[in-house]
């Protein structure tokens, strides 16, 4: 299949940075890379002593016999003349723009005129998808001072009002070892939070070049930060190593956290582990009238997931539940409903994506509850990530009829991928199933999570034992290794 297309329109350097640094990326992520030349620098990784903008007229001609791409970077675009014949082109295009402009050198300098400026923001700035500025950018671009968070917003806020796209206001936390970005399109808005212990100069560069390649490989823009931000991390990290160089997302110490605020960012909740040995097969019953079955033949966990009950009977039901967990010591964990679960002191609480926009983490974390949470993408993990929680489920994993999914199966490649960047607990779930289960469990999981697996089976006790056998057989050879 033909890999993607992607423009780096951007700076040709003496140093690793600009055109050099983008394709290297791109070469990373597979996906087939053309450049723009809008400028041959001089620089190091202090300063940029000289700059010899190309021709306007070489520049269409660039863009003339290139094929067309399916997202573009946008790095240094030079004086007016050069911004004159690349907003022709973005206004005939109709692909994924990713604007990182170079508006100061590496020595603070401004590249840009106060016509230059007015340009890029009337002419640039409303045809690109994600505006990525730093925050001595955005001060530079909007004439204005940046000292909190609360600047940043406001900024944000400014930037977006010239057209539709989206920003990124790169920024650090001068109060801890983390950096803390803010995004924003208008509808929504987040802080991506890392721990950075490390600088690396050319750090926006291949943020902006990781972003553009995902969204070429079909990456959600939300997706596409993530990952862009944990690639960053990663080749921070590993500095001169050369043996992931064609690898990707490879540590627990590279995956961001999304919050609402800064402060949460950097202020977050501590859940307990679980019983790891429990965990191990956990199967998803809709009443109480599974547990008494399934507790009885020997299952340690279960999560009861009850819909279409309310008030005393939706009560009833979880307070039954609790008890006979209690009556066999096993696990329980509620799905959806934390505060009746916390009355009745279940063994945890199990939340979806969109019932962490209502339920209290902080109330869950003081009761001393434990927490799972469902993700289903990259943008979901750093979402969950960021409460510490005691299990993170990801799926599906394969191709599912037990509820209606806006997911795309994930398969085991993705899996095994998503158990390198968590160092919480991982439990997989979604279309897993006897024949498939192996292959699960050859990912390093520590739980499997199934429905109709179990309770659509001719014999729901038998099936569940069964998967309940292999699990343990699989962690307790692990265990051995």
């Keep these: 299949m033909k890999k993607p297309i992607v423009w780096t329109i951007a700076e040709l350097s003496s140093g690793e940075i600009g055109i050099q640094s983008d394709i290297k990326v791109f070469n990373t992520f597979e996906v087939e890379s053309y450049s723009v030349v809008t400028a041959i620098t001089a620089q190091n990784s202090h300063k940029v002593p000289d700059i010899t903008f190309t021709a306007s007229a070489v520049i269409n001609a660039q863009i003339t016999e290139l094929e067309k791409p399916k997202s573009i970077k946008l790095g240094m675009l030079g004086p007016m003349s050069i911004m004159q014949e690349i907003s022709s082109f973005l206004k005939r295009y109709n692909g994924y723009v990713v604007c990182d402009p170079v508006i100061l050198s590496l020595d603070g300098v401004p590249l840009l005129n106060w016509d230059d400026k007015n340009y890029l923001i009337e002419n640039i700035i409303p045809y690109v998808d994600l505006l990525i500025l730093s925050i001595l950018e955005v001060e530079e671009l909007l004439d204005c001072t940046i000292k909190n968070s609360t600047d940043i917003e406001k900024a944000a806020r400014r930037l977006l009002n010239y057209g539709k796209q989206s920003v990124l206001i790169k920024g650090r936390n001068g109060l801890s070892r983390c950096c803390q970005d803010y995004w924003a399109d208008g509808k929504q808005q987040y802080w991506i939070t890392i721990d950075s212990r490390r600088k690396n100069h050319n750090s926006g560069n291949i943020l902006s070049a990781t972003i553009t390649a995902c969204l070429a490989l079909g990456y959600s823009l939300s997706d596409a930060l993530v990952i862009g931000k944990s690639y960053v991390s990663q080749e921070t990290r590993v500095a001169c190593q050369t043996a992931i160089q064609h690898n990707w997302l490879t540590s627990h110490e590279d995956l961001p956290w999304i919050t609402k605020s800064a402060h949460e960012g950097v202020n977050q909740p501590n859940f307990p582990q679980c019983d790891l040995e429990a965990l191990a097969f956990c199967p998803i019953v809709n009443s109480s009238y599974w547990l008494e079955r399934l507790f009885v033949i020997g299952i340690q966990t279960i999560q009861l997931r009850i819909k279409g009950l309310q008030g005393k009977e939706l009560e009833d039901e979880i307070r039954t539940g609790v008890e006979i967990a209690q009556k066999y010591k096993a696990k329980l964990f509620i799905n959806d409903h934390w505060e009746l679960a916390i009355r009745y002191n279940a063994y ?49 994993i394969f191709p599912t009829t037990s509820k209606q999914m806006f997911f795309a199966p994930q398969g085991t490649s993705n899996l095994k991928r998503c158990r390198k960047l968590l160092k919480c607990s991982l439990v997989a779930i979604g279309g897993i199933t006897i024949d498939n289960l192996l292959s699960v469990l050859e990912c390093k999981v520590d739980g499997v999570a199934v429905i109709s697996a179990v309770l659509s089976s001719i014999d729901p006790e038998q099936a569940a034992l069964k998967f309940l056998k292999i699990c343990k057989q699989a962690f307790s050879l692990r265990q051995k290794q």
């Design 348 to 396: 945890g609480i199990h939340l979806g994506q969109e019932d962490l926009i209502s339920a209290d983490c902080k109330a869950i974390a003081q009761a001393g509850m434990r927490l799972g949470i469902s993700t289903h993408s990259y943008h979901e993990l750093a979402r969950a990530y960021a409460l510490r929680p005691s299990y993170i489920a990801y799926g599906p």
